[in-house]
């Protein structure tokens, strides 16, 4: 019996197509008799043809949470629910999704006749009538307040995750133990032997205003006549996911999410805010880089890994007075700033300026020289970039705040590939914007998956620490799994950027009336048929410290300084606010 698969195009089910499902790959087919409408079918169902009656073996979207909004505006309903509540239509936000009638009950409505829409979830219930039916499964809350709609993009983004059940397995794991914090340090001391005391080391770190979950850390000491070793601790995570045994326990989240409200970990608090932050007088664990450099020629001398334990005595705030007098920074800034990146073959920025800058070239630093470890192994998860997005030709002069932000940026575009099993031509790991000929991400192993599984390989391959067989059996099942990385990560920085963008236009209303000033850093040439632009490009605007996109036909906005002003606009199909750029001609 054929299978057959229907992909609708649009919510009124205008137009749709038909195609066979031939072990997962489709291919068109004429079938002028199957109506979606009639035969109450959804996007996506696989169905059969018995006697040219439709048979549905399988619909995605009844087994789905859907996101949506429920109209409750003027107050209109379809009858009622034979559980006696008012039926109202409930939009989802995936408009190849017909509207559904949900019950609701309005509680609380006193004698006011301004109803506000809210946001909810809801699951399909039947689809026996004109409109399918659903029932609600949680209610997010009014659209006209902004965590609402943070909360509600999670949905819609499919990246929401709850922690309760990792949360909980921490917390009874951590009983189990039991005897408090000495017992905890003894157990990883005896599992992992390999581990280098340093907690009489000066350790700090620097980090922004109200941060909790460090990741990172520096030393900096004489080792003799014309050497100082820079160190770089990283915190293990993998040391606290190991010995607590999470791996089998920890959601599909890819990464910590902010936004405006608050942020949604990818780790529990009491590992992502606690144990595994670097947090200055407690004992913590950190994979750690040892760059021996030349005091004279600023060449660097040996780089040695190791796994530390570590007491930091400073957590710092970017800029802030007491890091700007302290002896170690001082000596620090001072070796990256005139020496490090003077030389040409470590120049990763054009400028070192502050403190921020500082921590952004030490974490280029780090990321590139793991991603030369891997690529000698042949493993790892690489940053890539297509060929078709290639733009990091010669960038020309721009002001060194611009180029620094754009540069980390960067760092972070493009997509995720596991050099062991792609070989895909197309993809190249290099960071020419960087003079790099490989580039991994491995500095926040807290709030990013891709930096933990990097972590938990290149520890293997360098004989640094034995994890357990579930560790690697983790990283495995991510490995093949790389395409839904790439997918929740375009899809959180999208989420990131339009919330962000709505919470300071909605703050700072001014800011749609003036001009800002910006900079277009990448370049996409636009691919698909019935398009009015020929090209996609990325801005940034460092007057508010964003970026966004806009679709353009002139071919020269790269790299170049324009003016642009913000518009806001009513998606009247998704009943969203959004913000869009536009290049003032």
Known sequence: MTLYEIQIKDRQY????????????????????????????????????????????????????????????????????????????????????????????????????????????????????????????????????LVNFYEYQLYCKNVNASLQKVTKKTMDTLKEIGGGDAAIYDLIDRKYPGIVDRTKWQVFSIDPDGSVDFDDAFSVRQVGDDITMVSIYISNVTIWLDVLNLWEHLTNRVSTIYLPDKKRTMLPSILSDNLCSL???????????????????????????????VRLYKNYIYEEAGLLKDENYKLLYGLVKDGLSKTKKYAYMENIGDSHDLVQYLMIFMNYHCAKELLGKKNGIFRAVSKRTMDDEKIPSLPAGVLNTITMIKSYSGKYVDIKNSGDSSDIIAHEMMNMDAYVHITSPIRRLVDLLNMIQIQQNMGLLQL??????????????????????????????????????????????????????????????????????????????????????????????????????????????????????
């Open 279 to 309: 947090l200055s007088k407690y004992t913590r664990y950190a994979f750690t880089m040892d760059v021996y450099i030349s005091n004279t020629t600023f060449e660097i001398c040996d780089i040695k890994y190791l796994n530390t334990k």
């Open 468 to 585: 357990s067989p579930e560790a690697y059996t983790f990283y495995e099942n991510w490995c093949l799994k790389i395409d839904d990385i790439n997918k929740d990560t375009k899809s959180i920085k999208k989420i990131h950027a339009d919330c962000n963008l709505l919470y300071v236009c909605d703050t700072k209303p001014e800011l749609m009336v003036q001009i800002h000033k910006g900079y277009a850093f990448s370049k996409k040439e636009i691919t698909y048929e019935n398009s009015e632009y020929k090209y996609e490009y990325l801005i940034y605007l460092p007057d508010m410290n964003i970026t966004s996109r806009i679709f353009s036909n002139d071919d020269d906005l790269l790299y170049c300084s324009r003016n642009y002003k913000l518009y806001l606009f009513n998606d009247e199909e998704k009943f969203k606010k959004k913000i869009r750029l536009q290049l003032i001609i």
């Open 14 to 145: 205008l137009e749709w197509s038909i195609y066979t499902k031939n072990g997962g790959n489709l291919s068109t087919d004429t079938i002028g008799t199957v109506s979606p409408v009639e035969n109450k079918m959804f996007h996506g169902d696989v169905f059969i043809l018995n006697k040219n009656v439709v048979e549905i073996v399988e619909s995605h979207v009844k087994k789905m949470v859907i996101p949506g909004v429920l109209v409750l505006k003027h107050n209109k309903t379809y009858g009622r629910h034979t559980n006696g509540k008012l039926l109202y239509k409930c939009i989802p936000d995936d408009p190849k999704i017909p509207a559904f009638l949900v019950p609701y009950e309005m509680k609380k409505m006193g004698f006011s006749k301004v109803f506000i829409n809210i946001y909810v979830t809801f699951c399909f219930s039947e689809w026996t009538q004109k409109h399918p039916l659903g029932l609600i499964h949680q209610v997010i809350g009014p659209i006209d307040e």
